[in-house]
């Protein structure tokens, strides 16, 4: 299975990949865990955010990276600050 993928993005990849019209998806600080049955691409907005992944490897997140989850994966959400992402499934 691949790996979470973090990327920052400029203003005008963002534009051509049009994720400003993509849905929006918040959360408040929480802890949860998640099953990918598909891809997902986000772009954070707000918020910080540490994904734990089947104990192997803990990836932090924040505003302005673009997040590649791939499908299959399975992982532990933990908000430590609220969150405000664009979204984008498969």
Known sequence: MSEIKVEKLSGEEINQRGISDWPIWTKEISRFDWHYDEQEQCLFLEGDVE???D???TIRIG???FVTFPKGLSCAWNVKAPVKKHYRFG
């Open 51 to 53: 994904v734990e992944t």
């Open 63 to 65: 505003p302005g990276d």
């Open 55 to 57: 104990g192997e490897e």
